[in-house]
């Protein structure tokens, strides 16, 4: 296991979905939360590749911090076919002090884990990452 930088230890299991959703496209999404416990990031959520952006969204809570990672497919203005897989800090206003602090110490330690990751974003309520959002960033 991983040492992250505010002292949480990231789960294997963590960067072997991640793979899983980078190379072999298992999953959509990949929820990540902090077990403030077992002082480790563990996998919260798995998200199929048939679920859509709006399943992803719905599987972050309104009042709690996460991390998340998307796999995002488009098609640009040439006509390719292309997907870009997105970290997204999820820390919500309305989330504890706490909470916001432990995520965004542990953010670049945790992301460095996760080799492939092409676009970061960081969201406070849902319109900062909203498909408008996602699309514009990814092309």
Same mark, same amino acid.
């Given at each position: 296991?991983?040492?992250?930088?505010?002292?949480?230890?990231?789960?294997?299991? $963590?960067?072997?979905?991640?793979?899983?959703?980078?190379?072999?496209?298992?999953?959509?999404?990949?929820?990540?939360?902090?077990?403030?416990?077992?002082?480790?990031?563990?996998?919260?959520?798995?998200?199929?590749?048939?679920?859509?952006?709006?399943?992803?969204?719905?599987?972050?809570?309104?009042?709690?911090?996460?991390?998340?990672?998307?796999?995002?497919?488009?098609? =640009?203005?040439?006509? $390719?076919?292309?997907?870009?897989?997105?970290?997204?800090?999820?820390?919500?206003? =309305?989330?504890?002090?706490?909470?916001?602090?432990?995520?965004?110490?542990?953010?670049?330690?945790?992301?460095?884990?996760?080799?492939?990751?092409?676009?970061?974003?960081?969201?406070?309520?849902?319109?900062?990452?909203?498909?408008?959002?996602?699309?514009?960033?990814?092309?």
């Amino acid at each position: 296991m991983a040492n992250a930088a505010s002292g949480f230890a990231v789960d294997d299991d $963590c960067k072997l979905k991640f793979l899983d959703l980078k190379a072999k496209r298992t999953y959509r999404f990949i929820v990540f939360k902090i077990e403030e416990k077992q002082k480790q990031v563990i996998v919260e959520k798995l998200g199929e590749p048939a679920q859509s952006y709006e399943d992803f969204t719905a599987s972050l809570p309104a009042d709690e911090c996460r991390y998340a990672v998307y796999d995002f497919d488009f098609v =640009t203005a040439e006509n $390719c076919q292309k997907s870009r897989i997105f970290f997204i800090a999820w820390s919500p206003d =309305t989330s504890k002090v706490r909470n916001k602090m432990i995520y965004a110490s542990s953010k670049d330690r945790f992301k460095r884990e996760l080799d492939g990751i092409q676009i970061e974003l960081q969201a406070t309520d849902p319109t900062e990452m909203d498909l408008d959002v996602i699309r514009s960033r990814a092309s």
